[in-house]
């Protein structure tokens, strides 16, 4: 049986449909086309209306055949933490970590819809404790997700975090690093995750994306927004361009995210003494900024590499233009590949 991944960005929405069985993965249908402005944020009907249809023309424009899907939900608006918990069983542990909750989400318990998964069970930690992923999304925002699914006729199978499905799409392609980081710069937001040993340890989602370096290119440079994005991505942070000025203007944007990396990496280090981190793997619309690898690499002293999701699936050679997209798409191939 085949199943849609579905990933409604700010910018773009992207469609994977794969098929898994005996013989393994199979890309059946692949596409995105642009978000119509401000519809995913919105309330009205006609938005959710505009929005279903883009998702019916992708649908159809791509030949996919499943209506089973998945969907993600966008990182900034999900409460995504780890916490560690004494070792208990499974009944106390649900009443536990409701208790634990309320001091974790900033949102009365009723307002969300809460979900844990045990990502550890504490017999291979130093301490004995669990780790708990508690993810706790706000009632409001599922239930406008539902709304815009039941528009599409989809039938929804299960909604979850882009990082999420980006830690299952991405690890894959690199099985011999113990640790990894994930960055992944959408056009609004840019989220940073931590898997030890494949299982996620850390999150954060940072306000600022794509769309803030195109927003200090065109004010500092006085460049139209469609000029300053076509500079973005010939010249990116490329330092020898008309004298590194643009390196100069998008370098407090790249500050603030670099920043929070460093915060991460020096978290985990503080968690697991003597471990590091072996690879920062770059996805999202962003990831292929001409120069970033390098810069990256520069201010965090890890190597950056660009995350491929494609790794382990088949696809006829009619999709070899993806191979180079897969930045694109590898929160949709996660949610594709969910169980
Ligand atoms: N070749 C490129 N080089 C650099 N940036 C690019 C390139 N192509 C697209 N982008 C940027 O990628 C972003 C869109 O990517 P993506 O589809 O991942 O965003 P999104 O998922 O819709 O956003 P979000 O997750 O923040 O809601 C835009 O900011 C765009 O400027
Ligand atoms: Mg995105």
Do not use: C
């Not at 579905?6 to 596409?31: P, Y």
């Not at 920043?259 to 003597?274: H, L, Q, V």
């Amino acid at each position: 049986m085949s199943i849609l991944g579905l990933d409604i960005g700010s910018h773009n929405v992207k469609l994977i449909e794969l098929l898994k069985n005996s013989n393994g993965v199979t890309l059946l249908a692949a596409g995105s086309m642009p978000t119509p402005p401000k519809t995913l944020s919105s309330n009205l009907g006609v938005d959710q209306q505009a929005l279903a249809h883009l998702i019916r023309e992708l649908i159809k424009g791509t030949g996919a055949r499943s209506t089973d899907v998945n969907i993600s939900l966008p990182e900034a608006q999900v409460f995504t933490r780890v916490i560690e918990m004494p070792s208990l069983s499974t009944r106390e542990l649900t009443s536990a970590i409701k208790w634990e909750s309320e001091q974790y989400i900033p949102l009365p318990l009723d307002q969300v819809n809460m979900d844990y998964t045990v990502l550890s069970d504490g017999k291979d930690t130093a301490n004995g404790k669990m780790k708990i992923l508690l993810v706790a999304a706000p009632k409001a925002l599922t239930e406008r997700y539902m709304q815009i699914m039941e528009l599409t006729e989809l039938t929804p199978l299960a909604a979850e975090t882009e990082i999420i499905a980006l830690s299952r799409s991405l690890v894959r392609s690199v099985p011999t690093v113990a640790n990894v980081m994930i960055l992944s710069l959408g056009a609004q937001t840019t989220d940073i995750a931590i898997l030890r040993k494949g299982i996620l340890m850390f999150t954060r989602s940072i306000a600022a994306g794509g769309d803030a370096l195109t927003r200090t290119l065109s004010e500092s440079l006085d460049f139209t927004l469609l000029q300053a994005e076509a500079y973005k991505k010939t010249y990116g942070l490329e330092r020898n361009i008309l004298e590194g000025k643009i390196v100069a203007v998008v370098k407090p944007v790249m500050d603030t995210i670099v920043s929070e990396m460093k915060r991460a990496i020096g978290f985990f280090e503080e968690t697991y003494k003597n471990e590091h981190i072996g690879v920062i793997l770059l996805t999202g619309g962003n990831a292929k900024l001409p120069g970033l690898i390098p810069y990256l690499a520069e201010h965090t002293g890890i190597e950056v590499q660009q995350g491929n999701p494609w790794v382990g699936i088949a696809k006829d050679p009619r999709f070899a233009v993806l191979n180079a997209e897969g930045p694109l798409f590898a929160v949709a191939i996660g949610l594709a590949l969910r169980e």
